[in-house]
């Protein structure tokens, strides 16, 4: 399993945590057929030397069941959470990016994660009718208390987080230390969910510049690259408004040709190409079973050069050789 650093603060100190580049995503997880069958594959993925889990305030008892999960494997000082809130529809109506509603939802979330402090805070969604400083204000007070220890933004534009980090730059702050939108081979042809955000050329490039790590929720569509779907199925109506387009089936043929150039699959492939970026990148995956966790490990272990990644995205013809 490889790792990427991520700042953060913590006793009040400058600290590092080394997050393992794969996350797993847990927003499923109450929908298994029994809590069992999480701890099943949170077992398996920690015995692979992952470290890191994703959740949030808004999925339901999720958060609770990764909170038992870690309580009852004696494993706190071992794993970091990522966990998110604010969402604006989560609790009360109107605006949800202020103290109270940021407050609320880090109270609830520490108490179902069973835990006095939260690794990685993001914001779930912006708003951009709330001044960012009024937004940093509140939490680093919650990083003063030693309640969180890092905090991002999940569904920001990069404009919004730049200017995020100049104000607590200016006023003493903690700002922003990872990014969280979505980012995949397959481009969004419309946000998934309402207010989501994912990457484009000017945010890849701003992030090449920045180096702000960021960590891609829906790294592999959804499994739009799995062999499940095809241009003439069009059963799955969110995948049709979202993923089919004449220029994602295209990047999942190419995925196909350089896959079995590589021996692996085109879903690894699409996860290769996550993962294999110019800035420092993590995926969040969603295994709901064990040997879909193991093919997200292969996927990790995939080396793209930049003319493939070029090639898989449309920008360059050439199909390489085995390496």
């Known amino acids: 399993m490889d790792y990427i650093t991520l700042r953060c603060l913590k006793d ?109 805070y993001a914001l779930h969604r912006d708003d951009e009718n709330v001044e960012v400083g009024v937004i940093m204000e509140a939490l680093n007070k919650h990083i003063a208390t030693g309640t969180l220890h890092a905090i991002g933004a999940s569904n920001w534009s990069h404009e919004r987080i730049q200017e995020a980090n100049d104000y607590a730059s200016k006023n003493g702050l903690l700002g922003f230390m990872f990014n969280s939108p979505n980012l995949s081979l397959a481009k969004c042809n419309v946000p998934r969910w309402p207010g989501c955000v994912s990457v484009e050329e000017k945010m890849a490039q701003w992030h090449k510049g920045s180096q702000l790590p960021l960590l891609s929720w829906s790294s592999q569509a959804g499994g739009f690259f799995s062999g499940r779907f095809t241009p003439e199925n069009r059963e799955n109506e969110e995948f049709v408004r979202v993923y089919y387009s004449d220029e994602n089936w295209e990047r999942y043929n190419r995925a196909k040709m350089l896959a079995e150039v590589k ?61």
């Not at 995956?285 to 930049?306: A, C, N, W």
């Open 12 to 120: 009040n100190k400058a600290a590092e945590k080394n997050i393992s580049r794969l996350i797993m995503g847990t927003a499923s997880f109450y929908q298994l057929d029994n809590k069992e069958s999480a701890f099943s594959i949170m077992d398996e993925f920690f015995g692979v030397g992952g470290n890191t889990f994703d959740s949030a305030h808004q999925y339901i008892n999720s958060e609770a069941v990764l909170g038992e999960w870690i309580e009852k494997r004696g494993v706190r000082d071992k794993v970091y959470i990522l966990t998110k809130g604010a969402h604006p529809d989560d609790g009360e109506p109107g605006n949800r990016l202020n103290s109270t509603s940021i407050t609320k939802d880090i109270t609830e979330s520490l108490e179902r994660l069973r835990t006095d402090y939260i690794d990685f």
């Open 263 to 323: 021996g692996v699959t085109p879903i690894e492939i699409a996860l290769a190409y996550v993962l294999n970026q110019p800035f420092p990148t993590a995926a969040i995956i969603g295994p709901e079973k064990v040997d879909e966790l193991f093919s997200s490990i292969k996927g990790s272990e995939v080396q793209l050069t930049k003319l493939e990644i070029d090639y898989l995205n449309l920008l360059d013809e050439v199909v390489t050789s085995k390496n």
